[in-house]
């Protein structure tokens, strides 16, 4: 099982530079199955803020971390694997199709 954390997008406040939500994802693979957990945390700070960095030099990795202090990183895999289990279960049990062999 692959889990692959991502930021989709991030709101900031325009004057001060300050991100105030960060719109992120945990996107999960195992085989040719895979499922998605979006997220939005909302956060607070200060461009006073000791260790503030800003804007313009925010990396993904920085903003991940915010993230994963604050997100239960762990339950979101888990149900994320949980997810595909399910989905694979699912496609296993199909023993109908329809369709013509000549669109294929």
């Not at 399910?86 to 000549?102: D, H, L, M, R, Y």
Request: hydrophobic share 35%; with cysteine.
């Amino acid at each position: 099982m692959e889990h692959i954390w991502k930021i989709y997008d991030l709101k900031r406040t325009i004057a001060s530079g300050v991100v105030v939500k960060i719109n992120y994802a945990c996107e999960s693979n195992f085989n040719s199955t895979s499922t998605r957990k979006i997220g939005d945390l909302t956060i607070t700070g200060s461009s006073s803020d000791e260790g503030f960095v800003e804007y313009d030099q925010l990396t993904e990795n920085i903003v991940l971390g915010w993230v994963q202090a604050n997100v239960d990183q762990s339950a979101i895999e888990t149900s994320n694997s949980a997810s595909i289990a399910q989905n694979i279960v699912a496609k296993e049990a199909i023993t109908e199709s329809t369709g013509k062999p000549w669109d294929n």
